[in-house]
């Protein structure tokens, strides 16, 4: 994409006009355009091969895989009236790359959102979007007997182009974004609930709505210019194994919440045939997921709003922190809005990133010596392809990169370290799955050898207070009253859509330094 100047002005423009609230204490506010829009706001993006009980007994043929990105970050959960959505002037896509050449267009699944008023008899001007109590009795159904008290409500459709063939998934059903997690005054039996927003159909599961944020990080620890909680912040053997425990740091995200579109598909859908095994193709993909914003708004008679194209693309991801840690601050605008498939124009940035300099002046270690080629392989190449000197050649993308042929492997014997520092060959950088500790991983990549010999990290190597943590009942999502969705001890979901349920907001909580449970605030 070009038109990186009318991104950022119709960014400017339409910054307001997102049907979630605000929110300005989140985090993943990794440019400042996008930090005012936090409905177009592309925090994390996940592709894996599904590890639920149903994929991992499927032959290797015949595996899934599942595609995540979050928006809206940083939702506290208590923050109503309006609480949280997405935006029906946005155009949220997965786009993947199925032949190793770096343009992530061959399959693209694009996501539209469209929000309805549903006001109840007598109560019209009710000033609360969700009612329950004795007013409704409490949401407990989408649409239907139940639904009365989702006065406010998003549906939203589910689009395949491929070869230039536009498919409609999921038939005629009516998708309908689970609500924010209130209370049980108002979304009571809230797990139900939200399984009936589980829709399926030819081998293809979809989810949209607010689940626990996963990425687990010390913020404030981090952008206080690497003042971690431990000098310097290395971790014991002890303690870089055990992902059940948080050595020294404080969580910036617990009790958190994120809006999430969660799509689950045949491996064989995505492949170079679409319709063979993996092995039969390209079995490496690479994913990135984006926000567009609509050019043009038609208001109609009735009070709406029409968008249509040209979209304007505000946002993009594939790996974790790079826009937030390797891109430099002037040029982050332009990168959100620019294709991945151009990003040697950004290539100075991973050859001498600012972000080892301050490593090494802050932490201490030596880092690797500049141009930093290694970077550049690891996140703009496939396998195989190579540099061409200190630059870094064609194809030069950034995307996040799965090799489908990896098997997936169970929640509960996932390493939050990944292939890099484990035997669990399933995490990032080979796709990325939500507990995946990104933040160590960067850490010791960016900072090199030295980096891995200590065991460097921020401290915090779990997501302990995920609801339904511990867990271990084996049901189906939603089978029993008030279940809770499977997830392990330290916070991985076992089931589709892989988030955990997102916290409530009634009795939400924030686990921080020097709480009960917590760390000091060192």
């Given at each position: 994409?070009?038109?990186?100047?009318?991104?950022?002005?119709?960014?400017?423009?339409?910054?307001?006009?997102?049907?979630?609230?605000?929110?300005?204490?989140?985090?993943?506010?990794?440019?400042?355009?996008?930090?005012?829009?936090?409905?177009?706001?592309?925090?994390?993006?996940?592709?894996?091969?599904?590890?639920?009980?149903?994929?991992?007994?499927?032959?290797?043929?015949?595996?899934?895989?599942?595609?995540?990105?979050?928006?809206?970050?940083?939702?506290?959960?208590?923050?109503?009236?309006?609480?949280?959505?997405?935006?029906?002037?946005?155009?949220?896509?997965?786009?993947?790359?199925?032949?190793?050449?770096?343009?992530?267009?061959?399959?693209?699944?694009?996501?539209?959102?469209?929000?309805?008023?549903?006001?109840?008899?007598?109560?019209?001007?009710?000033?609360?979007?969700?009612?329950?109590?004795?007013?409704?009795?409490?949401?407990?159904?989408?649409?239907?007997?139940?639904?009365?008290?989702?006065?406010?409500?998003?549906?939203?459709?589910?689009?395949?182009?491929?070869?230039?063939?536009?498919?409609?998934?999921?038939?005629?059903?009516?998708?309908?974004?689970?609500?924010?997690?209130?209370?049980?005054?108002?979304?009571?039996?809230?797990?139900?609930?939200?399984?009936?927003?589980?829709?399926?159909?030819?081998?293809?599961?979809?989810?949209?709505?607010?689940?626990?944020?996963?990425?687990?990080?010390?913020?404030?620890?981090?952008?206080?210019?690497?003042?971690?909680?431990?000098?310097?912040?290395?971790?014991?053997?002890?303690?870089?194994a055990n992902d059940f425990a948080d050595p020294f740091g404080s969580n910036r995200f617990s009790g958190f919440n994120v809006?999430?579109?969660?799509?689950?598909?045949?491996?064989?859908?995505?492949?170079?045939?679409?319709?063979?095994?993996?092995?039969?193709?390209?079995?490496?993909?690479?994913?990135?997921?984006?926000?567009?914003?609509?050019?043009?708004?038609?208001?109609?008679?009735?009070?709406?709003?029409?968008?249509?194209?040209?979209?304007?693309?505000?946002?993009?991801?594939?790996?974790?922190?790079?826009?937030?840690?390797?891109?430099?601050?002037?040029?982050?605008?332009?990168?959100?809005?620019?294709?991945?498939?151009?990003?040697?124009?950004?290539?100075?940035?991973?050859?001498?990133?600012?972000?080892?300099?301050?490593?090494?002046?802050?932490?201490?270690?030596?880092?690797?010596?500049?141009?930093?080629?290694?970077?550049?392989?690891?996140?703009?190449?496939?396998?195989?392809?190579?540099?061409?000197?200190?630059?870094?050649?064609?194809?030069?993308?950034?995307?996040?990169?799965?090799?489908?042929?990896?098997?997936?492997?169970?929640?509960?014997?996932?390493?939050?370290?990944?292939?890099?520092?484990?035997?669990?060959?399933?995490?990032?950088?080979?796709?990325?799955?939500?507990?995946?500790?990104?933040?160590?991983?960067?850490?010791?990549?960016?900072?090199?050898?030295?980096?891995?010999?200590?065991?460097?990290?921020?401290?915090?190597?779990?997501?302990?207070?995920?609801?339904?943590?511990?867990?271990?009942?084996?049901?189906?999502?939603?089978?029993?009253?008030?279940?809770?969705?499977?997830?392990?001890?330290?916070?991985?979901?076992?089931?589709?859509?892989?988030?955990?349920?997102?916290?409530?907001?009634?009795?939400?909580?924030?686990?921080?330094?020097?709480?009960?449970?917590?760390?000091?605030?060192?």
């Amino acid at each position: 994409m070009r038109p990186q100047k009318l991104a950022l002005a119709l960014l400017l423009g339409v910054a307001g006009m997102s049907f979630a609230a605000p929110t300005w204490a989140a985090s993943h506010r990794e440019a400042p355009l996008i930090a005012l829009d936090p409905a177009a706001d592309n925090t994390d993006v996940y592709f894996f091969v599904s590890y639920d009980a149903a994929n991992l007994a499927r032959p290797a043929a015949q595996r899934r895989a599942t595609l995540i990105a979050n928006f809206v970050p940083g939702q506290d959960p208590a923050d109503g009236p309006n609480y949280f959505g997405f935006d029906d002037n946005v155009l949220y896509r997965f786009h993947i790359d199925n032949n190793a050449d770096g343009r992530a267009e061959d399959v693209v699944f694009e996501i539209r959102f469209k929000t309805e008023s549903r006001p109840i008899a007598g109560l019209e001007g009710a000033p609360l979007p969700f009612l329950g109590g004795a007013l409704t009795g409490g949401i407990t159904a989408l649409d239907g007997p139940g639904a009365a008290g989702l006065t406010r409500r998003q549906t939203y459709s589910v689009t395949m182009v491929k070869r230039g063939v536009r498919t409609p998934l999921f038939g005629n059903q009516e998708l309908v974004v689970v609500p924010s997690n209130i209370g049980f005054s108002t979304t009571p039996n809230y797990e139900q609930l939200a399984a009936q927003g589980l829709y399926s159909d030819a081998g293809m599961r979809v989810f949209a709505g607010p689940r626990a944020e996963t990425f687990y990080i010390d913020l404030g620890a981090v952008f206080d210019t690497l003042n971690l909680r431990r000098t310097p912040p290395a971790l014991t053997p002890a303690e870089d194994a055990n992902d059940f425990a948080d050595p020294f740091g404080s969580n910036r995200f617990s009790g958190f919440n994120v809006q999430t579109i969660a799509l689950e598909v045949p491996i064989a859908l995505l492949t170079g045939d679409g319709k063979g095994p993996a092995t039969t193709a390209q079995p490496v993909l690479g994913v990135y997921a984006s926000s567009a914003r609509a050019r043009t708004r038609v208001l109609q008679k009735d009070g709406t709003a029409t968008y249509s194209p040209p979209w304007i693309q505000v946002s993009r991801m594939a790996n974790p922190l790079v826009n937030e840690l390797i891109i430099g601050t002037p040029a982050k605008d332009r990168w959100n809005a620019t294709d991945p498939a151009d990003e040697a124009l950004f290539q100075d940035f991973y050859k001498a990133p600012v972000i080892a300099a301050a490593l090494q002046a802050l932490v201490g270690p030596m880092v690797p010596a500049t141009p930093r080629t290694d970077l550049m392989s690891a996140l703009l190449k496939y396998p195989g392809q190579t540099v061409k000197g200190d630059a870094c050649g064609n194809p030069c993308s950034e995307l996040l990169r799965l090799d489908t042929r990896v098997a997936p492997t169970p929640a509960s014997l996932q390493n939050r370290l990944g292939m890099l520092f484990s035997a669990d060959k399933a995490g990032w950088p080979n796709g990325r799955r939500p507990n995946d500790d990104v933040t160590d991983i960067a850490l010791r990549v960016v900072g090199g050898a030295n980096y891995i010999g200590v065991r460097a990290g921020d401290g915090v190597n779990r997501l302990g207070d995920a609801p339904g943590a511990g867990t271990a009942d084996g049901l189906a999502y939603g089978v029993d009253v008030g279940a809770r969705l499977d997830v392990t001890a330290n916070g991985i979901a076992a089931e589709f859509p892989f988030l955990p349920t997102p916290h409530d907001g009634r009795d939400r909580r924030h686990v921080d330094c020097d709480e009960l449970g917590a760390n000091l605030c060192n």
